[in-house]
């Protein structure tokens, strides 16, 4: 029989890296490299509605869980499970770590109430092989681990805000999170709003990978891309998950 495949997934802020380093990690393990959402047709329509609707017909934060949800579902169905269970390993580019970080940290979701949404989705598929787990999450998860003034200058409200600011909001939300509130010469409403959800999902990775350290493991993503590649590959590599 046919061992099946093994599930890992990179995981960080927006401009961590992760897709390229999902991309390298892949071509190195000869993986399926896929990504949540838009990882299959259907998942493709719903990553537009997801990430392109104008700020007028956006998704209501929990219309938005939902809409990542069938995306997961429709990706662990139709990708995940088939590749699994022909023995070939499947590294995906975000997975259920962003639900939690995005629309639970983030949107202010209730945790409990998403994971039981996450393990709704991520269902074993009728038919699948039993050699599949019940619930099909990753075995291991990579969290690329960067400075939030770091992270890539094209998301749209870091843009707004100089790099040493932000540094100096970072230190202080690590000590008291009341000292975003936007007051003085800072950002605006909207903008300490925006940094504020960022800090909230930015700073939720650290506290995520705390929580499962059998499946989760923290990989420094500073630096040039084979730097990060290497550490990936390393991290990977030596995870007890991946042991055959």
Known sequence: MTARGRYIALEGFDGSGKSTQAELLATHLDAAGTR???????????????????????????????LFAADRSQHIATVVAPALEA?????????????????????GLALDELRSLIDYASRRPAGASTELPEIILPDVVVLLDVPLVDADRRVHHLDRV???????????????????????????????E??????????????LCDAEPDRWVRVDGTG?????????????????AMAD
């Open 36 to 66: 949540e959402p838009g990882g299959t047709p259907l998942g493709a329509s719903l990553r537009e509605a997801l990430l392109h609707s104008s700020p007028d017909h956006a998704p209501a934060p929990r219309t938005e869980a939902l």
């Open 87 to 107: 023995g070939r390993d499947v590294v995906t580019d975000r997975s259920y770590g962003s639900t939690l970080a995005y629309q639970g940290y983030g949107r």
């Open 162 to 192: 100089g790099g040493e600011q932000m540094s100096l909001l970072e230190d202080a939300a690590a000590i008291d999170p009341d000292a975003l509130q936007p007051s003085g010469d800072g950002p605006d409403r909207l903008e300490g």
């Open 194 to 207: 925006a940094l504020q959800f960022a800090l909230r999902v930015w700073r939720s990775y650290a506290e």
């Open 224 to 240: 040039s891309p084979a730097d990060v590649s290497a550490r990936v590959i390393e991290a990977v590599a030596t995870h007890p």
